[in-house]
Each structure stands twice: as C-alpha cells, then as structure tokens.
Antibody, heavy 115, light 107 residues
Framework: EVQLVETGGGLVQPGRSLKLSCVAS????????MSWTRQAPGKGLEWVAS????????YYPDSVKGRFTISRDNAQNTLYLQMNSLRSEDTATYYC????????WGQGVMVTVSS | NIVLTQSPATLSVTPGESVSLSCRAS??????IHWYQQKSNESPRLLIK???QSISGIPSRFSGSGSGTDFTLSINRVESEDFSIYYC?????????FGAGTKLELK
C-alpha cells in the first residue's frame, strides 16, 4: 500500500525557516517524480515544487522560487521541502504527492506563519 | 503561466441528476489535464488523468472529455458522496497549475 506521511509543520514567525519531510512507503521511491502542493485555509490548491526521480531537476512557481527548496534522499525514501523567508501567505496545509498527475497524496501537514 | 478557468464556481444539484463541470485553459494543452475531487477535510484524490483516462477504483459515473483548451468532467447520476470540490490541473507545462475549483453542492 502506497503511503506518504508528512511531518515538520507548526507555527513559525515571519522571516523564519521550516523544513518539511515526507516519508514514502509501498512503492519504489526512486522511480517517481515527487511534488509538494499546498492549500491555504478555505482556498484552492496551489502547486509548490516538483523534483525528478534522480533529484537532478527541480521546478517551482514564481510565488516560492528562491525561498523554497525541494530535495530528496532516495536511500531514506524521504522527500523534503526547505522553506526560508516565510511569509503570512505561506500559511497552508502542505501535501506531499507522487508523480504527475498526482496519483497519491499524503494527509497533509499544517504550516502557520504568524508573529 | 497556463491559467485554468473552472466554471461554474458552484453547482447546485439534486441526487440523480447528471452534471458537467468545465475547465478552460489559457492556451492549448493537448490532453494534459487532470481532475481531482476533494471532500471536506480530506486530501484530494485523482479522478481522471489526461482528459479522459479512467483511474482504478474511481466509479464509472465519472468521465472526462476534451482537448486543446476546453475540458469537461461529467458525473452521470450524482450520488450523495459526490458533493465536494472538483479541481482541474494541467501538466502541459512543468509549472503545474490548478483551476480554482467547482463546488458541487446539494440543491
């Protein structure tokens, strides 16, 4: 059974950093692109970052480019999202997803950016 | 960036009705459109991929069509469990984007 479990969320002050993790199981992790998608409270879905299966290429929308970094450890079956210079508008539930289209989603982890 | 426009924003229906939800792309994207369903307080799930390809485990009443810029998600005979929000997403560009969603609600 495919499982994606996100951790690392919480309350953080504006301008600070936070790193999310997503542990994958039930499939061969290094065969798949992985992504992060977020959803602000009461709002729609916003794609945040993607990484190729080898980790050699990454993709970001302008809203997070230069502040967020997606990475992966294929030996540990783990996906990461390093978030720097956090803003109030980054407050959201962050989901880890597999491949494109996003065929499996984690349960999500909440990130709140507030002073 | 490719913009996806979903309509209507809200659709009020009674169980048993058949409905069509629209997603329009700002440029031609071939069939690189995918549909997701999100029930309240749950993670989204993939319903349809590449405009019309079915997904294992998804009821057959869900179907998709379209190519180029205009796409449709159809639900044949809506059931009570279908009341949720539906999003389209494009993967024509590696800068993936979602539509704003259509909320299917009970009339």
């Amino acid at each position: 059974e495919v499982q994606l479990v996100e951790t690392g969320g919480g309350l953080v002050q504006p301008g600070r950093s936070l790193k999310l993790s997503c542990v994958a199981s039930g499939f061969t992790f290094n065969n798949y692109w992985m992504s992060w998608t977020r959803q602000a409270p009461g709002k729609g879905l916003e794609w945040v970052a993607s990484i190729t299966n080898s980790g050699g290429s990454t993709y970001y929308p302008d809203s997070v480019k230069g502040r967020f970094t997606i990475s992966r450890d294929n030996a540990q079956n783990t996906l990461y999202l390093q978030m720097n210079s956090l803003r109030s508008e980054d407050t959201a539930t962050y989901y880890c997803t597999r491949r494109v289209p996003f065929d499996y989603w984690g349960q999500g982890v909440m990130v709140t950016v507030s002073s | 960036n490719i913009v996806l426009t979903q309509s209507p924003a809200t659709l009020s229906v009674t169980p048993g009705e058949s409905v069509s939800l629209s997603c329009r792309a700002s440029q031609s994207i071939s069939t690189s459109i995918h549909w997701y369903q999100q029930k309240s307080n749950e993670s989204p799930r993939l319903l349809i991929k590449y405009a019309s390809q079915s997904i294992s485990g998804i009821p057959s009443r869900f179907s998709g069509s379209g190519s180029g810029t205009d796409f449709t998600l159809s639900i044949n005979r809506v059931e009570s469990e279908d009341f949720s929000i539906y999003y389209c997403q494009q993967s024509y560009s590696s800068l993936y984007t979602f539509g704003a969603g259509t909320k299917l609600e009970l009339k």
